[in-house]
């Protein structure tokens, strides 16, 4: 696919945003979000009985949905639970519990939240954090690779893991993109203030 934009990080990500809108309307789609489903499944079935609480996103913009999955994953035990972000008033994200069916409220973004002072879904800490990617990057170092997203420009992700890396220092967090969003430097390029990810899974592989 190729990225026509200008220089700015705006640009590059509404450009990126509107190839991802015609991305979910072409023929094999389908078939590019069953392959990475199926390896988010797969994550799961390895990883999973390790997690107690993973937090998911509410799918907009042609994001990939993966409530399906978390909710079947969560409801093969008692002791596993899902969460949903609430975003707070400084730009950071606190976790509330979620059951499929529960009752939402619109951020000023728009995007469904759960309400924090429903007192039957508390706050709660995610062993496992899945945060949809607009583009993302890799880099090495010191013989280590690291995967980076761009996001919304919102910098909430960021803010809110750099608080919670240092209270829940075994937090896993999973980037969710297509291999198609990958950016190279000339593209895009980290900044100081942007937290790494994880891993990252495509269609293709679960990146770590």
Request: charged share 25%; with cysteine; proline share 7%.
């Amino acid at each position: 696919m190729d990225y026509m934009h200008g220089n700015s990080p705006k640009t590059l990500r509404q450009d990126l945003l509107k190839q991802r809108k015609e991305f979910a309307t072409k023929q094999n789609y389908a078939q590019t979000k069953d392959r990475l489903l199926a390896g988010l499944n797969h994550f799961l079935a390895k990883d999973g009985n390790a997690l107690g609480v993973i937090a998911l996103y509410w799918p907009i913009q042609d994001e990939l949905d993966l409530r399906t999955a978390l909710t079947t994953w969560a409801n093969q035990s008692p002791e596993r639970r899902l969460a949903l972000p609430y975003a707070r008033p400084d730009k950071c994200l606190d976790f509330y519990e979620w059951q499929d069916g529960d009752l939402l409220i619109p951020s000023k973004h728009g995007i469904p939240e759960p309400s924090p002072s429903n007192p039957q879904r508390p706050a709660i800490y995610p062993d496992c954090i899945l945060i949809p990617c607009v583009g993302w990057s890799s880099s090495v170092e010191n013989g280590k690779s690291y995967y980076w997203r761009l996001g919304y420009g919102g910098g909430y992700f960021d803010r809110t893991l750099a608080k919670l890396r240092k209270e829940h220092p075994k937090l896993i967090c999973i980037g969710i993109g297509f291999d198609w969003q990958k950016l190279n430097d000339s593209q895009w390029v980290a900044q100081t203030h942007d937290e790494p990810l994880d891993m990252l899974l495509t269609e293709s592989a679960l990146l770590s």
